[in-house]
T-cell receptor, first 114, second 114 residues
Framework: GQQLNQSPQSMFIQEGEDVSMNCTSS?????WLWYKQDPGEGPVLLIA?????ELTSNGRLTAQFGITRKDSFLNISASIPSDVGIYFC??????????????FGKGTKLSVKP | DGGITQSPKYLFRKEGQNVTLSCEQN?????MYWYRQDPGQGLRLIYY???????QKGDIAEGYSVSREKKESFPLTVTSAQKNPTAFYLC?????????????FGPGTRLTVT
């Protein structure tokens, strides 16, 4: 089946630092979504991408739809303590016109640097 | 306010019992989804429904059942046939299957079976 590789699995942030994470796939996707999940809560949609090369921002968050259509990147600028949580990418394959369901990465866990 | 509600937040059951998880949305979305989340894992699709009175199996449907009698409601039953039912269950909805395609999640139900 389809798989998404999300990296890094975890990282520590210090307030003010920029953060980057990415997802790669063996398949071509026509949609990329980025979510943030706090402990014990449902994921919250951060950014949605629909076109190869698209670059979209949401406050300090910026995400890009890779031009190969097999990857996506999320950057957080000037991180703050409330950025901690788990970030998930999700992609959707277009099967020759028939829309597939979302496939999720395993998440990138952001924690505060001790 | 529009949104997705799941109840209860925490659920405890004895092994061998069926249990039904509730999911309601007032977003007027056509499509609804059930996911299972295990620690350190991405979300896995159990069932989805694109329209009332119709639903399809996802990747891990065995041991689960659903119904979609109303647009707003998509309850999930975890049956005694599900071998590892303890997990965090998330319900989601989207306007439709076509783009723009954005899934919104409820707060989740944590099920513990002993």
């Amino acid at each position: 089946g389809q798989q998404l590789n999300q990296s890094p699995q975890s990282m520590f942030i210090q307030e003010g630092e920029d953060v980057s994470m990415n997802c790669t796939s063996s398949s071509i996707f026509n949609t990329w979504l980025w979510y943030k999940q706090d402990p014990g809560e449902g994921p919250v949609l951060l950014i949605a991408l629909y076109k190869a090369g698209e670059l979209t921002s949401n406050g300090r968050l910026t995400a890009q739809f890779g031009i190969t259509r097999k990857d996506s990147f999320l950057n957080i600028s000037a991180s703050i303590p409330s950025d901690v949580g788990i970030y998930f990418c999700a992609g959707r394959v277009n099967y020759g016109g028939s829309q597939g369901n979302l496939i999720f990465g395993k998440g990138t866990k952001l924690s505060v640097k001790p | 306010d529009g949104g997705i509600t799941q109840s209860p937040k925490y659920l405890f059951r004895k092994e061998g019992q069926n249990v039904t998880l509730s999911c309601e949305q007032n977003l007027n979305h056509d499509a609804m989804y059930w996911y299972r989340q295990d620690p350190g894992q991405g979300l896995r699709l159990i069932y989805y429904s694109q329209i009332v009175n119709d639903f399809q199996k996802g990747d891990i449907a065995e041991g689960y059942s659903v119904s979609r009698e109303k647009k707003e409601s998509f309850p999930l039953t975890v049956t005694s046939a599900q071998k590892n039912p303890t997990a965090f269950y998330l319900c989601a909805s989207s306007v439709r299957q076509a783009n723009p395609y954005e899934q919104y999640f409820g707060p989740g139900t944590r099920l513990t079976v002993t």
